[in-house]
């Protein structure tokens, strides 16, 4: 089955700097690739995600990039702020699994003021 | 529109007790499943459903039933508890839209057994 590995498992960055998170996937089938954020206590939310057939995908101040060769993507977080502190995970799915995701062990992001 | 909704928030069990854990959607989305999430260990998929009537197996299926018989409810079975189902469970539901899969995630139950 897929195997999802994320790294860095904790980030600190200042505030205004930039943050990336990296994961890399293991079946080269899998096409849909979604990023969530996790506030403490709270339900993982959808921030970003991309399909395979697409390089990178930009939402304001919040990037995604897919290198499909070496099956990695990519979260960029610019400017970051405070309220950007959380947990996030990537995710990978195969076709005709719509509902099966695999998730990376995830990324604790602090930013500092 | 309440979303996905999960009942209880928390419970505690005593080993060998049995359990069931509510999921509800009022989004009329085709997919369902269930996720534990462990500290350091992710959200990992236990199971889940592609529609009424038709389940499968995630990653970590052992100690659990689920059934689906309306789109509606995703209810999860604990056979008999064991510490090491300790965990924050999360019910999300998803539907298709251009090849992409949004998850929405209920709040989550936290299960403690002892």
């Known amino acids: 089955g897929e195997n999802v590995e994320q790294h860095p498992s904790t980030l600190s960055v200042q505030e205004g700097d930039s943050a990336v998170i990296k994961c890399t996937y293991s079946d080269s089938a899998s096409n849909y690739f979604p990023w969530y954020k996790q506030e403490l206590g709270k339900r993982p939310q959808l921030i970003i995600d991309i399909r395979s057939n697409v390089g990178e995908k930009k939402d304001q101040r919040i990037a995604v990039t897919l290198n499909k060769t070496a099956k990695h993507f990519s979260l960029h977080i610019t400017e970051t702020q405070p309220e950007d502190s959380a947990v996030y995970f990537c995710?990978?799915?195969?076709?005709?699994?719509?509902?099966?995701?695999?998730f990376g062990t995830g990324t604790r992001l602090q930013v500092t003021l | 529109n309440a979303g996905v909704t999960q009942t209880p928030k928390f419970q505690v069990l005593k080993t060998g007790q049995s359990m069931t854990l509510q999921c509800a959607q009022d989004m009329n989305h085709e997919y369902m499943s269930w996720y534990r999430q462990d500290p350091g260990m992710g959200l990992r998929l236990i199971h889940y459903?592609?529609?009424?009537?038709?389940?499968d197996q995630g990653e970590v299926p052992n100690g659990y039933n689920v059934s689906r018989s309306t789109t509606e409810d995703f209810p999860l079975r604990l056979l008999s508890a064991a510490p090491s189902q300790t965990s924050v469970y999360f019910c999300?539901?998803?539907?298709?839209?251009?090849?992409?899969?949004?998850?929405?995630f209920g709040p989550g139950t936290r299960l403690t057994v002892t």
């Open positions: 999300a539901s998803s539907y298709q839209y251009r090849g992409t899969y949004e998850q929405y």
């Open positions: 995710a990978a799915s195969t076709p005709g699994t719509a509902s099966k995701l695999t």
């Open positions: 459903s592609v529609g009424a009537g038709i389940t």
